[in-house]
């Protein structure tokens, strides 16, 4: 097998995943709130994290979502995460309002955010769970609200120093007229997804 034709195989196994429990996580998310979302993965990247400028929004924009560790067979750190005027559009689908900026961020939108971004993280690991048989177990998140370079530095700041390979999955949602974006990541503890990917026997 060439190097491209394994690329390949690897790509198409992290969409299966991403597409599997992202999905998962948008059927739950219809149903917990009674709107119908539509989901779309434009763009799944393994990464390595002197890389991850090519995703991750300019320093200086506003995010917010949530960050979690995972302990288990598959130990790393993983988030979910919304640039501010996706997540704007989301409060507003669901609680008619929305926050001009951090300072306005009260409990119902602060609650809004880590349920949507728990759901997501949640899903995707259980998806890996069924995929792989490991063991995970997510540890209670923290909601996050800085600007992208803060956010970035705390999500990675053990592993800036060893070029630890990482998983990047962008994510498109759809209501009917309106549609936001959200980002997520799961930084292997491992330095490497070899592990993964021998689990699903590539």
Do not use: C
Not at 20 to 30: P, Q
């Amino acid at each position: 097998m060439t190097t491209t034709e394994l690329s390949a195989l690897r790509q198409d196994a992290l969409r299966e995943i991403g597409n599997i429990g992202l999905g998962g996580a948008v059927t739950a998310l219809s149903d917990m709130t009674g709107v119908l979302f539509t989901l779309e993965v434009p763009e799944v990247l393994e990464l390595n994290t002197t890389q991850v400028h090519f995703v991750f929004p300019p320093e200086e924009s506003l995010m917010v979502g949530t960050v979690a560790r995972v302990e288990g067979d598959w130990r790393g750190e993983g988030a979910f995460l919304f640039p501010w005027e996706s997540a704007q559009v989301l409060w507003r689908i669901l609680t008619g309002t929305a926050p001009a900026d951090l300072s306005e961020l009260n409990e119902l939108y602060e609650s809004v955010i880590r349920e949507v971004a728990n759901i997501m993280l949640g899903n995707f690991l259980t998806a890996i769970t069924q995929m792989t048989q490991f063991e995970l177990h997510m540890e209670p998140p923290a909601f996050a609200a800085d600007m992208a370079a803060a956010l970035l530095s705390s999500l990675m700041v053990e592993a800036l120093h060893d070029q630890r390979e990482l998983i990047a999955i962008e994510t498109r949602f759809s209501v009917p007229d309106q549609h936001f974006e959200g980002l997520f990541f799961y930084l292997p503890e491992t330095g490497s997804l070899q592990k993964l990917f021998e689990a699903v026997g590539i």
